[in-house]
Nanobody, 117 residues
Framework: QVQLVESGGGLVQAGGSLRLSCAASGRTFSSHAVGWFRQAPGKEREIVATISGSGGSTFYSDSVKGRFTISRDNVKNTVYLQMNSLKPEDTARYYC??????????WGQGTQVTVSS
């Protein structure tokens, strides 16, 4: 069982930066891949970035590639999402999720990111 808690969201001006954190409980966290997802009002949830359990493999959606960086510290049981050059269209509630096999089974409660123009 893995429990996830996101933090680090807030209000930022366009062009600014935020770093989101996803703190996990559970001794097997390093065996779980983790993804960041986001959902804006009236829109479907979309994947933002993922990272493998070891941290050696990452994926980014085209919309954030080159601006966001996902990383993890398995000693601290934490995954980070560094978000730079933020745009108003990045405004959404951001969720982290973890999976041991195929599906993302464990989800946090989310943290709100609002980017003003």
């Amino acid at each position: 069982q893995v429990q996830l808690v996101e933090s680090g969201g807030g209000l930022v001006q366009a062009g600014g930066s935020l770093r989101l954190s996803c703190a996990a409980s559970g001794r097997t966290f390093s065996s779980h891949a983790v993804g960041w997802f986001r959902q804006a009002p009236g829109k479907e949830r979309e994947i933002v970035a993922t990272i493998s359990g070891s941290g050696g493999s990452t994926f980014y959606s085209d919309s954030v590639k080159g601006r966001f960086t996902i990383s993890r510290d398995n000693v601290k049981n934490t995954v980070y999402l560094q978000m730079n050059s933020l745009k108003p269209e990045d405004t959404a509630r951001y969720y982290c999720a973890a999976r041991a096999t195929t599906n993302f089974s464990y989800w946090g409660q989310g943290t709100q990111v609002t980017v003003s123009s």
